[in-house]
Protein backbone atom coordinates (compact mmCIF):
# COMPACT_ATOMS: atom_id res chain seq x y z
CA UNK A 1 0.00 0.00 0.00
CA UNK A 2 1.07 3.30 -0.82
CA UNK A 3 1.93 5.35 2.27
CA UNK A 4 0.91 9.32 2.41
CA UNK A 5 3.72 10.71 0.84
CA UNK A 6 3.98 8.73 -2.36
CA UNK A 7 0.52 8.53 -2.61
CA UNK A 8 1.13 12.61 -2.83
CA UNK A 9 3.89 12.13 -4.99
CA UNK A 10 2.40 10.21 -7.83
CA UNK A 11 -0.77 12.03 -7.35
CA UNK A 12 1.31 15.43 -8.15
CA UNK A 13 2.62 13.14 -11.20
CA UNK A 14 -0.38 11.77 -12.70
CA UNK A 15 -2.06 15.44 -12.19
CA UNK A 16 0.26 16.29 -14.72
CA UNK A 17 -1.45 14.48 -17.79
CA UNK A 18 -4.89 13.81 -16.43
CA UNK A 19 -7.16 16.53 -14.95
CA UNK A 20 -8.98 15.88 -11.65
CA UNK A 21 -7.82 12.51 -10.63
CA UNK A 22 -8.11 11.10 -7.62
CA UNK A 23 -6.06 8.00 -6.68
CA UNK A 24 -7.75 5.96 -3.42
CA UNK A 25 -6.07 3.05 -2.13
CA UNK A 26 -7.72 -0.36 -3.08
CA UNK A 27 -6.94 -3.66 -1.34
CA UNK A 28 -3.52 -5.09 -2.73
CA UNK A 29 -3.23 -3.13 -5.46
CA UNK A 30 -1.78 0.61 -4.70
CA UNK A 31 -4.13 2.91 -5.82
CA UNK A 32 -7.32 3.04 -7.94
CA UNK A 33 -7.33 5.90 -10.00
CA UNK A 34 -9.97 8.23 -11.63
CA UNK A 35 -10.31 10.65 -13.98
CA UNK A 36 -13.41 11.99 -13.33
CA UNK A 37 -13.76 14.83 -16.21
CA UNK A 38 -12.98 11.73 -18.73
CA UNK A 39 -14.36 9.07 -16.80
CA UNK A 40 -11.04 6.98 -17.25
CA UNK A 41 -10.07 4.69 -14.63
CA UNK A 42 -7.21 2.42 -14.11
CA UNK A 43 -5.36 0.96 -11.30
CA UNK A 44 -1.59 1.96 -10.13
CA UNK A 45 1.18 -0.49 -8.77
CA UNK A 46 4.00 1.52 -7.86
CA UNK A 47 7.27 -0.01 -7.33
CA UNK A 48 10.65 1.44 -6.36
CA UNK A 49 12.79 0.89 -8.78
CA UNK A 50 11.41 -1.40 -12.06
CA UNK A 51 10.46 -4.81 -11.28
CA UNK A 52 11.88 -8.33 -13.25
CA UNK A 53 9.55 -9.48 -15.51
CA UNK A 54 8.72 -12.20 -12.89
CA UNK A 55 8.11 -9.88 -10.47
CA UNK A 56 5.21 -8.72 -12.66
CA UNK A 57 3.83 -12.33 -13.02
CA UNK A 58 3.63 -12.61 -9.57
CA UNK A 59 1.80 -9.69 -8.80
CA UNK A 60 -0.59 -10.20 -11.66
CA UNK A 61 -1.41 -13.39 -10.25
CA UNK A 62 -2.07 -11.92 -6.92
CA UNK A 63 -4.47 -9.72 -7.91
CA UNK A 64 -6.06 -12.52 -9.78
CA UNK A 65 -6.11 -14.67 -6.86
CA UNK A 66 -8.08 -11.55 -4.68
CA UNK A 67 -12.60 -12.22 -4.62
CA UNK A 68 -12.83 -9.65 -6.71
CA UNK A 69 -10.24 -10.10 -9.27
CA UNK A 70 -12.56 -10.74 -12.09
CA UNK A 71 -14.60 -7.13 -11.91
CA UNK A 72 -10.43 -5.67 -10.91
CA UNK A 73 -9.42 -7.38 -14.26
CA UNK A 74 -11.90 -5.17 -16.45
CA UNK A 75 -9.82 -1.96 -15.94
CA UNK A 76 -6.40 -1.55 -16.99
CA UNK A 77 -3.29 -1.79 -14.45
CA UNK A 78 -0.59 0.70 -14.67
CA UNK A 79 3.26 -0.30 -13.01
CA UNK A 80 5.35 3.24 -12.06
CA UNK A 81 8.48 2.42 -10.85
CA UNK A 82 11.00 5.02 -9.14
CA UNK A 83 13.78 5.99 -11.40
CA UNK A 84 16.40 8.52 -10.54
CA UNK A 85 14.73 11.96 -11.19
CA UNK A 86 12.18 10.72 -13.25
CA UNK A 87 8.93 8.08 -13.16
CA UNK A 88 8.49 5.17 -15.81
CA UNK A 89 5.59 3.68 -15.85
CA UNK A 90 4.11 0.26 -18.08
CA UNK A 91 0.89 -1.13 -18.75
CA UNK A 92 0.59 -4.50 -16.98
CA UNK A 93 -2.58 -5.99 -17.93
CA UNK A 94 -5.13 -5.08 -20.24
CA UNK A 95 -8.77 -6.25 -21.11
CA UNK A 96 -8.82 -7.04 -24.31
CA UNK A 97 -12.42 -8.61 -26.40
CA UNK A 98 -13.98 -8.98 -23.18
CA UNK A 99 -10.94 -10.59 -20.65
CA UNK A 100 -8.46 -9.36 -19.13
CA UNK A 101 -4.52 -10.29 -20.61
CA UNK A 102 -1.03 -9.96 -19.03
CA UNK A 103 1.08 -7.89 -21.32
CA UNK A 104 3.64 -10.37 -22.45
CA UNK A 105 5.92 -7.46 -24.26
CA UNK A 106 6.18 -4.57 -21.80
CA UNK A 107 8.02 -1.51 -23.12
CA UNK A 108 8.47 0.52 -20.28
CA UNK A 109 8.74 4.67 -21.37
CA UNK A 110 9.31 7.49 -19.30
CA UNK A 111 6.68 10.15 -18.38
CA UNK A 112 8.94 13.26 -19.52
CA UNK A 113 8.19 11.44 -23.05
CA UNK A 114 5.47 12.92 -24.88
CA UNK A 115 5.14 10.30 -27.60
CA UNK A 116 4.33 7.89 -24.20
CA UNK A 117 2.23 9.61 -22.44
CA UNK A 118 -0.07 10.14 -25.69
CA UNK A 119 0.07 6.44 -26.27
CA UNK A 120 -1.14 5.87 -22.58
CA UNK A 121 -4.11 7.73 -22.89
CA UNK A 122 -5.14 6.37 -26.34
CA UNK A 123 -4.89 2.93 -24.46
CA UNK A 124 -7.34 4.20 -21.67
CA UNK A 125 -9.29 5.77 -24.04
CA UNK A 126 -10.23 3.09 -25.87
CA UNK A 127 -10.88 0.43 -23.33
CA UNK A 128 -13.53 2.37 -21.13
CA UNK A 129 -16.88 1.71 -21.79
CA UNK A 130 -18.24 4.49 -23.85
CA UNK A 131 -18.05 6.28 -26.89
CA UNK A 132 -15.80 9.48 -26.82
CA UNK A 133 -15.01 11.71 -30.06
CA UNK A 134 -11.52 11.83 -30.29
CA UNK A 135 -9.22 14.99 -30.06
CA UNK A 136 -9.64 16.51 -33.69
CA UNK A 137 -5.70 16.87 -34.32
CA UNK A 138 -6.64 12.51 -35.07
CA UNK A 139 -9.87 12.86 -36.95
CA UNK A 140 -9.06 11.06 -40.07
CA UNK A 141 -10.61 9.39 -43.48
CA UNK A 142 -10.11 5.22 -43.53
CA UNK A 143 -9.91 3.78 -46.74
CA UNK A 144 -10.53 -0.17 -47.17
CA UNK A 145 -9.82 -1.59 -50.52
CA UNK A 146 -11.01 -5.12 -49.72
CA UNK A 147 -9.31 -7.49 -52.62
CA UNK A 148 -12.21 -9.55 -53.60
CA UNK A 149 -11.20 -12.08 -56.30
CA UNK A 150 -13.99 -14.77 -57.76
CA UNK A 151 -16.31 -13.52 -54.45
CA UNK A 152 -13.97 -14.50 -51.96
CA UNK A 153 -11.93 -11.96 -49.86
CA UNK A 154 -8.26 -12.38 -50.67
CA UNK A 155 -7.42 -9.26 -47.98
CA UNK A 156 -7.41 -5.75 -47.15
CA UNK A 157 -5.07 -2.81 -48.10
CA UNK A 158 -5.96 0.17 -45.21
CA UNK A 159 -5.09 3.38 -45.25
CA UNK A 160 -5.93 6.47 -43.84
CA UNK A 161 -6.16 10.71 -44.77
CA UNK A 162 -5.74 13.27 -42.40
CA UNK A 163 -9.02 15.92 -42.89
CA UNK A 164 -7.95 19.09 -44.85
CA UNK A 165 -9.51 22.18 -46.39
CA UNK A 166 -8.48 20.54 -49.78
CA UNK A 167 -9.33 16.80 -48.45
CA UNK A 168 -13.27 17.09 -46.71
CA UNK A 169 -16.37 15.17 -46.92
CA UNK A 170 -18.65 16.39 -49.57
CA UNK A 171 -22.09 16.06 -48.39
CA UNK A 172 -25.01 17.50 -49.60
CA UNK A 173 -26.70 20.88 -47.71
CA UNK A 174 -30.35 19.62 -47.77
CA UNK A 175 -31.40 16.16 -47.12
CA UNK A 176 -34.40 14.92 -47.38
CA UNK A 177 -36.43 12.70 -44.62
CA UNK A 178 -35.63 9.80 -47.06
CA UNK A 179 -32.22 10.35 -47.35
CA UNK A 180 -31.21 11.03 -43.77
CA UNK A 181 -33.50 7.86 -43.49
CA UNK A 182 -31.17 6.01 -45.98
CA UNK A 183 -27.87 6.98 -44.07
CA UNK A 184 -29.05 5.67 -40.59
CA UNK A 185 -29.63 2.02 -42.96
CA UNK A 186 -27.02 2.02 -44.79
CA UNK A 187 -24.09 4.63 -44.24
CA UNK A 188 -22.92 7.69 -45.85
CA UNK A 189 -22.85 7.27 -49.46
CA UNK A 190 -19.20 6.13 -50.97
CA UNK A 191 -19.35 9.50 -53.65
CA UNK A 192 -19.49 11.46 -50.53
CA UNK A 193 -15.94 10.55 -48.87
CA UNK A 194 -13.17 13.11 -50.24
CA UNK A 195 -11.31 11.10 -52.90
CA UNK A 196 -8.31 12.65 -54.93
CA UNK A 197 -5.35 11.74 -57.24
CA UNK A 198 -4.08 9.55 -54.99
CA UNK A 199 -6.91 7.22 -54.23
CA UNK A 200 -7.75 7.51 -57.63
CA UNK A 201 -4.58 6.20 -59.01
CA UNK A 202 -4.36 3.29 -55.51
CA UNK A 203 -7.72 2.20 -56.49
CA UNK A 204 -6.86 1.84 -59.73
CA UNK A 205 -3.76 -0.47 -59.67
CA UNK A 206 -5.51 -2.49 -57.41
CA UNK A 207 -8.58 -3.42 -59.42
CA UNK A 208 -5.70 -3.86 -62.06
CA UNK A 209 -5.09 -6.99 -60.45
CA UNK A 210 -8.04 -7.67 -58.34
CA UNK A 211 -10.95 -6.52 -61.04
CA UNK A 212 -14.03 -7.15 -58.23
CA UNK A 213 -11.84 -4.97 -55.63
CA UNK A 214 -14.25 -2.49 -53.68
CA UNK A 215 -13.30 0.23 -51.52
CA UNK A 216 -14.91 1.64 -48.77
CA UNK A 217 -14.42 4.57 -46.43
CA UNK A 218 -15.00 5.24 -43.26
CA UNK A 219 -14.78 7.98 -40.63
CA UNK A 220 -12.29 7.98 -38.07
CA UNK A 221 -13.73 9.89 -35.52
CA UNK A 222 -14.35 7.74 -32.37
CA UNK A 223 -12.61 5.74 -29.57
CA UNK A 224 -14.58 2.65 -30.89
CA UNK A 225 -12.45 3.48 -34.11
CA UNK A 226 -8.99 3.36 -31.98
CA UNK A 227 -10.42 -0.10 -30.82
CA UNK A 228 -11.07 -1.55 -33.74
CA UNK A 229 -7.93 -0.67 -35.85
CA UNK A 230 -6.36 -2.00 -33.21
CA UNK A 231 -7.64 -5.60 -33.78
CA UNK A 232 -6.81 -4.86 -37.68
CA UNK A 233 -3.65 -4.54 -36.78
CA UNK A 234 -3.17 -7.68 -35.25
CA UNK A 235 -3.87 -9.06 -38.75
CA UNK A 236 -1.62 -7.01 -40.60
CA UNK A 237 1.14 -9.42 -42.26
CA UNK A 238 2.87 -7.28 -45.07
CA UNK A 239 3.77 -4.44 -46.77
CA UNK A 240 5.45 -2.73 -49.82
CA UNK A 241 6.36 0.58 -51.44
CA UNK A 242 4.52 1.47 -54.55
CA UNK A 243 6.62 3.74 -56.80
CA UNK A 244 5.23 6.70 -58.83
CA UNK A 245 7.18 6.88 -61.54
CA UNK A 246 7.59 10.42 -64.15
CA UNK A 247 9.13 9.66 -66.91
CA UNK A 248 10.45 12.79 -69.63
CA UNK A 249 10.00 11.84 -73.50
CA UNK A 250 11.41 13.62 -76.08
CA UNK A 251 10.09 14.65 -79.92
CA UNK A 252 10.51 11.02 -80.94
CA UNK A 253 9.13 9.44 -77.89
CA UNK A 254 12.25 8.11 -76.33
CA UNK A 255 12.96 8.66 -72.69
CA UNK A 256 15.19 10.99 -72.07
CA UNK A 257 18.39 10.35 -70.16
CA UNK A 258 18.56 11.70 -66.58
CA UNK A 259 14.82 12.55 -66.67
CA UNK A 260 12.68 10.54 -64.55
CA UNK A 261 11.21 11.31 -61.21
CA UNK A 262 10.35 8.81 -58.38
CA UNK A 263 8.44 9.11 -55.42
CA UNK A 264 6.64 6.50 -53.14
CA UNK A 265 4.16 5.48 -50.53
CA UNK A 266 4.24 2.55 -47.91
CA UNK A 267 0.74 -0.20 -48.86
CA UNK A 268 0.05 -2.50 -45.66
CA UNK A 269 -1.72 -5.27 -46.48
CA UNK A 270 -4.13 -7.91 -44.07
CA UNK A 271 -3.35 -11.11 -45.84
CA UNK A 272 -6.23 -13.90 -45.91
CA UNK A 273 -5.43 -17.59 -46.18
CA UNK A 274 -5.91 -17.46 -50.09
CA UNK A 275 -4.06 -14.17 -50.97
CA UNK A 276 -0.94 -16.75 -53.02
CA UNK A 277 -3.53 -17.92 -55.27
CA UNK A 278 -3.84 -16.68 -58.79
CA UNK A 279 -2.94 -13.29 -58.52
CA UNK A 280 0.15 -11.79 -57.47
CA UNK A 281 -0.46 -8.92 -55.28
CA UNK A 282 3.74 -7.74 -55.31
CA UNK A 283 2.77 -7.14 -59.06
CA UNK A 284 1.22 -3.83 -57.94
CA UNK A 285 4.51 -2.45 -57.02
CA UNK A 286 4.20 0.15 -59.41
CA UNK A 287 2.84 2.75 -61.64
CA UNK A 288 4.35 4.67 -64.41
CA UNK A 289 3.34 8.24 -64.70
CA UNK A 290 4.34 10.45 -67.74
CA UNK A 291 3.21 13.86 -66.66
CA UNK A 292 5.64 15.45 -64.35
CA UNK A 293 2.44 17.90 -63.01
CA UNK A 294 0.55 14.69 -61.82
CA UNK A 295 3.82 13.59 -60.09
CA UNK A 296 3.83 16.81 -58.47
CA UNK A 297 0.09 16.81 -57.14
CA UNK A 298 0.55 13.13 -55.90
CA UNK A 299 3.75 14.49 -53.50
CA UNK A 300 1.89 17.19 -52.66
CA UNK A 301 -1.60 14.76 -51.36
CA UNK A 302 1.04 11.73 -49.93
CA UNK A 303 1.31 14.54 -47.41
CA UNK A 304 -1.83 13.50 -45.90
CA UNK A 305 -1.59 9.88 -46.11
CA UNK A 306 -0.72 7.32 -42.96
CA UNK A 307 -0.34 3.38 -42.95
CA UNK A 308 -2.12 1.32 -40.66
CA UNK A 309 1.28 0.87 -38.70
CA UNK A 310 1.55 5.11 -38.00
CA UNK A 311 -1.55 5.04 -36.22
CA UNK A 312 -0.35 5.16 -32.29
CA UNK A 313 -2.13 2.32 -30.53
Do not use: C
Not at 77 to 85: D, E, F, L, M, P
Not at 149 to 168: A, C, P, Q, T
Not at 211 to 221: G, Y
Amino acid sequence: MLNENQRHLLTNLLSQYFDNIQLTPFQMIDAQANVRESNMQFYVVYQSSRPTEDNVKNIYKQIGALPNASSILQTPIIIIAAKAHDYEFAVMAFNDYGSSRLNKNIKWRNFSDADGIEWLIQQLRIRRNHIELLPEKMWLIKKTIFLNSDLINDGEVIYFRKLSEDYKMNSPQNLTEKDRFDRVLNGTPEEEYPKDKLDEIIYQRFIDVYPNAKVKSETFLFSTDLANIRMKKEKLISSFKLYFVAISYDALGQPRANQVNQIDIDIELLYYPNIFGKNNILSINQVVLTDDNVLSVINRQRNTYQTLSSINI
